[in-house]
């Protein structure tokens, strides 16, 4: 059983930064693709950035160069670095891994999520 809890989220003004946080339950599950997903209000669950087995990583390009995901297997904790942030950032962000060795981009693959964190931008 995987358990994932995150946390971080808050309020922020249009260019401030938050960092993420998602803790994992158990070890081996780190070694899989772990990646962070949004979800606006009234919009369909995104990938925005996830980071493979060998450390490979990915984004969306609606956060290239914003955001930065980072995961410490050690600490079994993916984090998600936010800076310049915009409005249309507002959104819940979960962390979730597809136990897989390379992410996928379709919220289908992945079985295990975090109960997510509120960004709010304004």
């Known amino acids: 059983h995987v358990q994932l809890v995150e946390s971080g989220g808050g309020s922020v003004q249009a260019g401030g930064s938050l960092r993420l946080t998602c803790v994992a339950s158990?070890?081996?599950?780190?070694?899989?693709?772990m990646a962070w997903f949004r979800q606006a209000p009234g919009k369909e669950r995104e990938g925005i950035a996830g980071?493979?087995?060998?450390?490979?990583?990915s984004y969306s390009d609606s956060v290239k160069g914003r955001f930065t995901i980072s995961r410490d297997n050690a600490k079994n904790t993916l984090y998600l670095q936010m800076n310049s942030l915009k409005p249309e950032d507002t959104a819940d962000y979960y962390c979730?891994?597809?136990?897989?060795?390379?992410?996928?981009?379709?919220?289908?693959?992945?079985?295990?999520w975090g109960q997510g964190t509120q960004v709010t931008v304004s």
């Open positions: 979730a891994t597809n136990w897989r060795l390379r992410c996928t981009e379709n919220p289908s693959d992945f079985p295990y």
């Open positions: 980071v493979d087995s060998d450390g490979s990583i």
């Open positions: 158990g070890s081996t599950h780190m070694r899989y693709c």
